[in-house]
């Protein structure tokens, strides 16, 4: 990375230098190895750097506010993910409470359960 250089740039020198590297190995043309190097999932992730918001931004303190940025979609991810489990847990729930209310509509918890339990009134059963 060389002083000011724009993060567009930075990332079209790598791209350059992979192709040339692997143009160099096989022996087919720059332009060919570098539709290649751009199908990769790094060559998609820095042309995505060299074409996107960032580009314009010097490379050195894009860098520099990389961690910050990465540790904050980290948390969003994690929070997102607790989110899910706890809809996944809430829809498990009032599934089997659902399931539970039937069985009781039905009498089918008063024949499975028999007797109430001491001190339990019969109509509970049924409720």
Known sequence: MQENQRVADMAAEVLARQAQIRA?????AFEVVLKAVLKTE????????????????????WQLDLPRKRAKERRRARREE??????AAWKSFMKEELRELEQRKDGQLARLLGEPLPG???AALWI
């Open 42 to 61: 790094s060559g998609r992730q820095l042309e995505e750097l060299r074409d996107g918001p960032h580009r314009d931004e010097r490379a050195d303190e």
């Open 120 to 122: 339990e009134a019969s």
């Open 82 to 87: 607790g989110s899910r489990a706890q809809l």
């Open 24 to 28: 160099e190995q096989t022996g087919e």
